[in-house]
């Protein structure tokens, strides 16, 4: 049996290497030029004035959840791959990507540091907030995160205004996680969100080292872009076997026992690929109900460092999350004077459309604020995930209020010939590297048991 799949990111590399395994034969199409998708390690394009090449990762940076066997993406980097890691948080951290024990430089406004104890009462009082939300289960009357975020202020007073703008950081870092403004994020995915068990890692140099490793022997063709998906189903009056045609834009047809759509939700919103016969109402209905999320990246390197050298983090608390910032450090990990800025929702979306000394400008105003005086970058590099045709998107986000089965719907198959998968597939873990390499894994499992 042959199967066709289309996208080689971690989605699409799993499901291969999975299909593989079991003998059966498998074409990879990627319409880049490279492998990885939104798992990108930038090697060249960051340098010292001395030509050093600084390793940055321009999508994913963080395996969330670090315990191998429980995440298949902790097993491969850490149990496999031996790959150098550094963890920026433990379990339970309300700033998901970091937690407030380590190191950290939070300023307001006015560029003031604001001490660590004060962040670590407010942490407690969102804490209990927190975690009154979840035993009362009042956010399931609100619309969106901004409601309960209100109401929650309302409820339990806050201190005063410093708090209010530290406020303003933590809503800011939830909009990055969902990659969405806290208007379009869901109470509920907020409040009940799971996670893998072990906190949150770096990939030292890099995450696309993984999907390098995982596509090792796979028949990858890059530089095919589907452009139309056609079904020769049973029962149509044709003769031949049923089968999948996938159509490239570069003219070349490859036809396949079965196909796996593993192409970012941007993608399939905007009808790059035509499909024959069209996807059944129900896979319409979800690929338009979704979300797509927005962030990108500025990563800026500096001739010497000029900041805390402990923090893991900087960022500015300004009280409305859309006139905070937040900045990654590199130094902990690199020992290089990297900051890598993630701006989220429709504040990206403005960012992507600047030319890069405009968007480079940008984020150094945003460092200037909390460290005036702070030197221009010697180098400086900006992601564009939104406006890349190959994604057109961050990753998926459904905005419900009470949830729904959106991503349930995502992850079956469209007919017996048909599958999907990527991190809008993922019912548990969608906008995750290891939600989108689980999807591949569940889609090779389905078309395993459909040919047996
Ligand atoms: C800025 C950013 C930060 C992130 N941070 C994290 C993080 O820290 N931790 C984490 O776990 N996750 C993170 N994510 C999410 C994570 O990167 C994704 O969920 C995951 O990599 C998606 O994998 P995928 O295989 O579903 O899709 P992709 O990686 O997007 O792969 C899809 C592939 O399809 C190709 N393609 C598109 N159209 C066609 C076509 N017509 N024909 C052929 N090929 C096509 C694309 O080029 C791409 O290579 C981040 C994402 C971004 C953008």
Not at 62 to 73: D, L, Q, V
Not at 342 to 366: N, Q, W, Y
Request: aromatic content about 8%; glycine content about 8%; hydrophobic content about 40%.
């Amino acid at each position: 049996p042959s199967v066709v799949i289309i996208g080689a990111g971690i989605a699409g590399i799993a499901a291969a290497r999975a299909l593989q395994d079991r003998g059966i034969e498998v074409t990879l199409l990627e319409s880049s030029a490279r492998i990885g998708g939104r798992i990108h390690t930038d090697k060249s394009s960051l340098t010292t004035p001395g030509g050093t090449a600084v390793p940055v990762d321009m999508g994913a940076s963080w395996i969330h959840g670090a315990t191998p066997g429980h995440n298949p993406i902790a097993t491969a980097a850490l149990d496999v791959l031996q790959l150098a890691t550094h963890q920026t948080a433990g379990e339970g951290s309300l700033l998901y990507d970091h937690d407030v024990q380590r190191g950290f430089a939070l300023y307001t406004r006015d560029g003031v540091r604001i001490p660590r104890d004060t962040v670590r009462q407010f942490e407690s009082w969102f804490r209990a907030a927190v975690e009154a939300e979840r035993r009362d289960a009042r956010y399931e009357s609100d619309a969106s995160l901004e409601d309960t975020i209100n109401r929650m202020v309302a409820e339990h007073k806050l201190q005063g205004s410093v708090d209010e703008e530290i406020l303003g950081f933590y809503v800011c870092r939830i909009e990055g996680w969902f990659a969405a403004d806290s208007s379009r994020i869901s109470p509920k995915s907020w409040i009940e969100e799971e996670f893998h068990e072990g906190g949150h890692l770096l990939v030292s140099k890099g995450y696309s080292q993984l999907v390098e490793s995982l596509a090792r022997g796979i028949d990858i063709r890059l530089g095919h872009r589907a452009v139309r998906v056609t079904q020769q189903m049973p029962g149509l009056g044709i003769c031949s076997k049923p089968h999948v045609q996938v159509s490239c834009k570069n003219g070349i047809e490859i036809r396949a026992d079965a196909a796996i759509v593993a192409v970012p939700l941007g993608i399939l919103q905007s009808n790059v690929i035509d499909f024959q016969p069209e996807l059944p109402e129900w896979k319409r209905d979800a690929i338009s109900s979704l979300e797509v999320g927005h962030q990108n990246k500025i990563a800026l390197l500096f001739e010497s460092l000029f900041w805390d050298e402990d923090a893991e983090f900087l960022g500015c608390a300004t009280g409305a999350p859309r006139g905070c910032s937040y900045f990654l450090s590199l130094y902990p990990t690199l020992r290089r004077a990297v900051l890598v800025y993630m701006p989220v929702g429709e504040l990206s979306r403005r960012i992507e459309r600047m030319g890069d000394e405009e968007a480079t400008a940008f984020a150094m105003e945003k460092v200037r604020a909390m460290l005036p005086g702070a030197p221009d970058p010697v180098s400086s590099l900006i992601s564009r995930w939104s406006l890349d045709e190959n994604f057109l998107c961050c990753y998926s986000n459904d905005p419900s209020p009470n949830g729904s089965d959106l991503f349930e719907r995502m992850a079956m198959p469209a007919s017996e010939l048909l599958y999907f998968a990527g991190e809008a597939s993922s019912p548990d873990f969608s906008g995750t590297v290891h939600g989108a390499y689980e999807s591949g894994v569940a889609a090779a499992e389905q078309i395993v048991e459909s040919l047996s």
